[in-house]
């Protein structure tokens, strides 16, 4: 199984709720990749799981909250979001996070809508 | 990070060879070259990705120059399917440092494929 599953694929939800993103894999990866992307730009990085640790936050607004509960498994808590938060959500994994463990595999993405 | 210049189109007609370029002038030793490419509407596809040597694998070659300063992605027979954003991407090989695990895309190159 080579796949990264992200679910819902579409959420819409307003600047009060709380909502959560999900993304797995079993593929063994124990890293995983949090993206955020806007239309017609490219792939933007938030945060880096290395063996279910934070190693990487990239100044993200505490609204997003990530969460690495096993291996296999990432999520993304959603809260108080704003309208410029609507974007493409990208999950990712690999072997590891460094080293020439190259190839990252991405899902299919969560298109976000915030009202 | 270091950054990677590509132009913002190319062109190619089907079954033809197509010639991506990236240079890379400030790479540092430790940096790896990674291609990704994205499909409308799907998340990022790991191409390729190399240090040093040429690399070749079933969808691409990737060609270094001497010094590193620059690459070239080659699609050897261009298809329709081919039509894409490609990413070229340096990655940080370095363990535990700040950018461990870190992709950071630019703009990328559009690709149109003409039948």
């Known amino acids: 199984d080579t796949e990264v599953t992200q679910t819902p694929k579409h959420l819409v939800m307003g600047m009060t709720n709380k909502k959560s993103l999900k993304c797995e894999q079993h593929?063994?990866?124990?890293?995983m990749y949090w993206y955020k992307q806007k239309a017609k730009k490219p792939p933007e990085l938030m945060f880096v799981?290395?063996?279910?640790?934070?190693?990487i936050n990239e100044s993200v607004p505490s609204r997003f909250s990530p969460e690495c509960p096993n291996s296999s498994l990432l999520n993304l808590h959603l809260h108080a979001l704003q309208p410029e938060d609507s974007a493409l959500y990208l999950c990712?994994?690999?072997?590891?996070?460094?080293?020439?463990?190259?190839?990252?595999?991405f899902g299919p993405g969560t298109r976000l809508t915030v009202l | 990070d270091a950054k990677t210049t590509q132009p913002n189109s190319m062109e190619s007609n089907e079954e033809e060879p197509v010639h991506l370029p990236c240079n890379h002038s400030?790479?540092?030793?430790?940096?790896?070259i990674h291609w990704y490419r994205q499909l409308p509407s799907q998340g990022p596809e790991y191409v390729i990705h190399?240090?040093?040597s040429n690399v070749n694998n079933r969808m691409a070659s990737l060609a270094i120059a001497e010094d590193r300063k620059s690459s070239t992605l080659i699609l050897h027979r261009a298809t329709l399917r081919d039509a894409a954003v490609y990413y070229c991407?340096?990655?940080?090989?370095?363990?535990?440092?700040?950018?461990?695990?870190?992709?950071?895309f630019g703009q990328g190159t559009i690709l149109t494929v003409h039948p």
């Open positions: 400030t790479i540092s030793g430790t940096d790896y």
């Open positions: 991407i340096l990655r940080a090989y370095n363990a535990g440092g700040t950018s461990y695990g870190k992709l950071t």
């Open positions: 990712a994994s690999s072997r590891r996070a460094g080293g020439d463990f190259g190839e990252q595999f």
């Open positions: 190399g240090l040093t």
């Open positions: 799981y290395s063996y279910e640790k934070l190693s």
């Open positions: 593929m063994g990866h124990r890293a």
